[in-house]
C-alpha cells in the first residue's frame, strides 16, 4: 500500500530565500507524482506534474525532481516570497490506485 | 472554462439533518472525484468516476453516503443523516486523463461541512 510523507510539516522562512520541501513514497512503482499548492480556504491547484520517466519538471522559480528508486520527489523554490505561502501537497499516482496524498507542509515566508 | 465549480460553499446543519452537495466539472473532463479533507486524515478519496460511471468508492465511510453523476456536467454527494463527524471540507476534482497515469488533476474550492 502506498504512504506518502511529507517533511517537515511546517516550514518558516524569509523572503528570498531558496528552500527544498521534501516528498517520499513506499512504492517506487509510480506513474507520475504531483505537486499541488492549497491556499487557506482554498481547494488544490496543480503546479507541477512529473511522469514516471522523467526526472524533473521547472514552471517558473519551481523546481520538481523524481528520484523513483530512492522514493523521494523534492519541489525547490527559488527566491521565496510572501505571496508563495501556502501549504504545499504532493501525491503518488499508480496503476492500481488513485492518487495518494502526503499531509502536506504548510510554508510562511515573511517578509 | 470556469474550472471546477461546487456549491454550497459552506454549509451548517443539524445532526440527522440531510446534507447535497453538488459539483459541476471541467467540461470535456472524463474522470470526477469526491474528496475529503479534515485536519486529522487530510484528503481522503471518496469516490471517483469515469464518463458518469462510479468506478471505485470504497473510501465511501459509510452508508450514509451516497453519490451521483447523472451526467457529464453534474454530480452530488449527499449524506443521510448527517452526524457531527462528518464536518470537514469536501472537494470536487475533474481530470481529462486517469490521474494516476498521466491525468493533471483540477479541484473546485470545495464545500465546508459543519454538522451540529
Known amino acids: 500500500k502506498q504512504e506518502v510523507t511529507q517533511i517537515p510539516a511546517a516550514l518558516s522562512v524569509p523572503e528570498g530565500e531558496n528552500l527544498v520541501l521534501n516528498c517520499s513514497f513506499t512504492?517506487?512503482?509510480?506513474?507520475?507524482l504531483q505537486w499541488f499548492r492549497q491556499d487557506p480556504g482554498k481547494g488544490l491547484t496543480s503546479l507541477l506534474l512529473i511522469q514516471s520517466s522523467q526526472r524533473e519538471q521547472t514552471s517558473g522559480r519551481l523546481n520538481a525532481s523524481l528520484d523513483k528508486s530512492s522514493g523521494r520527489s523534492t519541489l525547490y523554490i527559488a527566491a521565496s516570497q510572501p505571496g508563495d505561502s501556502a501549504t504545499y501537497l504532493c501525491a503518488a499516482g499508480g496503476n492500481t490506485d488513485k492518487l495518494i496524498f502526503g499531509t502536506g507542509t504548510r510554508l510562511q515566508v515573511f517578509p | 472554462d470556469a474550472g471546477v465549480i461546487q456549491s454550497p460553499r459552506h454549509e451548517v446543519t443539524e445532526m440527522g439533518q440531510e446534507v447535497t452537495l453538488r459539483c459541476k466539472p471541467i467540461?470535456?473532463?472524463?474522470?470526477l472525484f469526491w474528496y475529503r479533507q479534515t485536519m486529522m486524515r487530510g484528503l481522503e478519496l471518496l469516490i471517483y468516476f469515469n464518463n458518469n460511471v462510479p468506478i471505485d468508492d470504497s473510501g465511501m465511510p459509510e452508508d450514509r453516503f451516497s453519490a451521483k453523476m447523472p451526467n457529464a456536467s453534474f454530480s452530488t454527494l449527499k449524506i443521510q443523516p448527517s452526524e457531527p463527524r462528518d464536518s470537514a471540507v469536501y472537494f470536487c476534482a475533474s481530470s481529462s486523463k486517469y490521474p494516476g497515469f498521466a491525468g493533471e488533476l483540477f479541484f473546485g474550492e470545495g464545500s465546508r461541512l459543519t454538522v451540529l
Open positions: 467540461s470535456g473532463h472524463d474522470y
Open positions: 512504492d517506487s512503482a509510480i506513474y507520475n
